[in-house]
C-alpha cells in the first residue's frame, strides 16, 4: 500500500507543478521522462513554500514556514511524510544525494520574505542564491544522476541560470512585489523614480546571466538538455518582451507570453535542439 502512496505524492508534485507554471511544465516534459518525477518533487515542494510567504495572507506565516521546514527535515531523515509534497521531495532529496546546506539556503530566502523589506547588495545577492540559484542546483542533482565531476562542473552555470529566471520574474513582478507584498527586491533602485536608465541596467545584468547559462546548458547530459534550453528561450524571450516595454508600463501592467506563444517557442527550441543549433 506504500506504493500507492508514494504514488499519490508524485501526482500531488505534478499537479501543483502544472496548475502554477505553465512554462515550466513544458520544459520538464521535454526533459527524458526518467527526469520528470524528481523534477516534480522539487518543484512542488519549492512551490509550496513560496506560497506560505506570498499567499497565505491572514495567517501566522512564521509559524507555518517553520513548521513546514522543521516537517520537511523529519521527512527527509525519516523517509516518510504524511505531507504529500514532502514525502515527494524526500524521495528526490534521498535518491539524489541533495545536500542538506542547499535546501537550508533555500529555505532562508523564504524566512527573508516574511517581512517587508528594501534589498542592498549583500541581502539581495543571498536572496537570489536561497531562491533561485540553489534551486537549479537540485535540479543539477537529478540532471547528472550522481556524477558529482560533471555537476562541479556545471554548478556555476546552473547558479547563473537560475539567477536569471529569478531576475526576469521580479522584473515582470515588479509592481504585485511592491504594491501588494511591500517589497523591493533591486538594490539602489527607488521605484517611485523607477526610470528607463534602471529598467536597462537591470536587463543587463539578467542578459550577462543568460549568456553564462547558456554555455552550461550545451554542456547538459542529453537526457536533461533540450527540456533546460526549452525553460531557457521561454525566459528570454519575457525578457526581451519585458525590454521592449516602456518603463511607466511595467510599473502598470504583468508582462506575459501568451501560451500560443509558449507553444511556438517550445517547437522552435525543439527544431534547433534537433539541428545542434544552440
Known amino acids: 500500500m506504500k506504493f500507492l502512496y508514494d504514488e499519490l505524492s508524485a501526482q500531488c508534485s505534478k499537479?501543483?507543478?502544472?496548475?502554477?507554471?505553465?512554462?515550466?511544465?513544458?520544459?520538464?516534459?521535454?526533459?527524458?521522462?526518467?527526469?520528470?518525477?524528481p523534477i516534480y518533487g522539487i518543484y512542488g515542494f519549492v512551490r509550496f513554500a513560496d506560497e506560505i510567504v506570498d499567499s497565505f495572507h491572514g495567517y501566522d506565516k512564521t509559524t507555518l514556514?517553520?513548521?513546514?521546514?522543521?516537517?520537511?527535515?523529519?521527512?527527509?531523515?525519516?523517509g516518510i511524510s504524511i505531507n504529500p509534497i514532502l514525502n515527494e521531495f524526500q524521495k528526490v532529496v534521498n535518491d539524489y544525494n541533495i545536500t542538506y546546506d542547499l535546501i537550508e539556503t533555500f529555505l532562508k530566502s523564504m524566512e527573508m520574505d516574511l517581512e517587508d523589506?528594501?534589498?542592498n547588495q549583500e541581502s539581495y545577492n543571498d536572496y537570489i542564491l536561497g531562491s533561485a540559484e540553489v534551486v537549479g542546483l537540485m535540479c543539477l542533482h537529478v540532471f547528472v544522476e550522481g556524477d558529482m565531476i560533471n555537476y562541479n562542473?556545471?554548478?556555476?552555470?546552473?547558479?547563473?541560470?537560475?539567477?536569471?529566471?529569478?531576475k526576469v520574474n521580479f522584473l515582470r513582478d515588479i509592481k504585485?512585489?511592491?504594491?501588494?507584498?511591500?517589497?523591493?527586491?533591486?538594490?539602489?533602485?527607488d521605484l517611485t523614480t523607477f526610470s528607463k536608465k534602471d529598467k536597462k541596467q537591470i536587463e543587463q545584468d539578467i542578459l550577462a546571466d543568460f549568456e553564462?547559462?547558456?554555455?552550461?546548458?550545451?554542456?547538459?547530459?542529453?537526457?536533461?538538455?533540450?527540456?533546460?534550453?526549452?525553460?531557457?528561450?521561454?525566459?528570454?524571450?519575457?525578457?526581451?518582451?519585458?525590454?521592449?516595454?516602456?518603463v511607466e508600463n511595467i510599473m502598470n501592467a504583468r508582462i506575459r507570453v501568451p501560451n500560443l506563444s509558449k507553444l511556438g517557442l517550445m517547437f522552435k527550441s525543439m527544431l534547433k535542439h534537433q539541428l545542434n543549433l544552440l
Open 117 to 119: 523589506q528594501s534589498y
Open 212 to 246: 553564462h547559462a547558456l554555455e552550461g546548458i550545451k554542456m547538459l547530459p542529453p537526457k536533461a538538455q533540450k527540456g533546460v534550453y526549452v525553460a531557457y528561450v521561454y525566459y528570454v524571450e519575457l525578457l526581451n518582451k519585458i525590454t521592449r516595454t516602456p
Open 15 to 37: 499537479r501543483a507543478t502544472q496548475k502554477y507554471s505553465t512554462s515550466f511544465s513544458l520544459g520538464i516534459n521535454l526533459l527524458d521522462k526518467s527526469l520528470h518525477r
Open 176 to 189: 504585485e512585489d511592491y504594491v501588494a507584498l511591500g517589497r523591493t527586491y533591486f538594490p539602489g533602485i
Open 153 to 166: 562542473r556545471l554548478r556555476p552555470y546552473a547558479m547563473s541560470l537560475g539567477s536569471a529566471f529569478q
Open 65 to 78: 514556514l517553520a513548521d513546514f521546514k522543521k516537517d520537511a527535515f523529519k521527512a527527509i531523515d525519516s
